[in-house]
């Protein structure tokens, strides 16, 4: 079974920039998430979609970034423009249904980015 | 969201049992205690999750005091592909919480 598929590997970019990560979940899986994680912490969510609507977007800065999910499948996070402090991996999760006693996360290994 | 607590590190040596504590004692009667674990440069992965019995499965066991308090993960033998930041995260499926991971605790297995 294929996995979470994450584009690109890694990117630097100077502050001001815009950047765009790519995320492909797992086929058949109706939720993604996107996660960003700084180094020596744990992932923190960023938005979470069930299908393509947007089930919670409550710790996304809004004001700069901005993420959809054409067709409940692939989905795109951008960052426009680009601070020092989002600097972080930005890891991509999805799972075959929301609500779930036995529900596992998926992870894919995520895009490193570096603002500079 | 109810919160856990796990030392920042542990050491292990290889081809011996290794248990990770994590506290929760706020948890409630519905939360599940879920461990995930990441190894360097990748995404977490799923070790096991549990309720209120004891759980075994290919990767790890999991044991959860009579309480509900606290729980251990339990790796049998450590190898060096075991070395990875183990995450220990509770979740309320009756209200659709999302996963918090807190900073988890970085297992070192030493040869």
């Known amino acids: 079974e294929a996995g979470v598929a994450q584009s690109p590997r890694y990117k630097i970019i100077e502050k001001r920039q815009s950047v765009a990560f790519w995320c492909n979940p797992i086929?058949?899986?109706?939720?993604l998430y996107w996660y960003q994680q700084i180094l020596g912490q744990g992932p923190k969510l960023l938005i979470q979609?069930?299908?393509?609507?947007?089930?919670?977007d409550s710790q996304l800065p809004k004001d700069r970034f901005s993420a959809e999910r054409l067709k409940g499948v692939d989905s795109t996070l951008k960052i426009q423009p680009a601070k020092l402090e989002d600097s972080a991996v930005y890891l991509c999760?999805?799972?075959?249904?929301?609500?779930?006693?036995?529900?596992?996360?998926?992870f894919g290994s995520g895009t490193q980015l570096s603002v500079l | 969201d109810a919160k856990t607590t796990q030392p920042n590190s542990m050491e292990s040596n290889e081809e011996e049992p290794v248990h990770l504590p994590c506290n929760h004692s706020?948890?409630?009667?519905?939360?599940?205690i879920h461990w995930y674990r990441q190894l360097p440069s990748q995404g977490p992965e799923y070790v096991i999750h549990?309720?209120?019995s004891n759980v075994n499965n290919r990767m790890a066991s999991l044991a959860i005091a009579e309480d509900r308090k606290s729980s251990t993960l339990i790796l049998h033998r450590a190898t060096l592909r075991d070395a990875a930041v183990y995450y220990c995260?509770?979740?309320?499926?009756?209200?659709?919480?999302?996963?918090?991971f807190g900073p988890g605790t970085r297992l070192s297995v030493l040869p």
């Open positions: 999760a999805s799972s075959l249904r929301p609500v779930e006693t036995n529900e596992k996360l998926f």
């Open positions: 086929s058949g899986h109706a939720t």
């Open positions: 979609f069930q299908n393509n609507g947007v089930v919670d």
């Open positions: 706020t948890i409630s009667g519905t939360d599940y």
């Open positions: 549990g309720l209120t």
């Open positions: 995260i509770l979740r309320d499926v009756n209200y659709g919480q999302n996963f918090v």
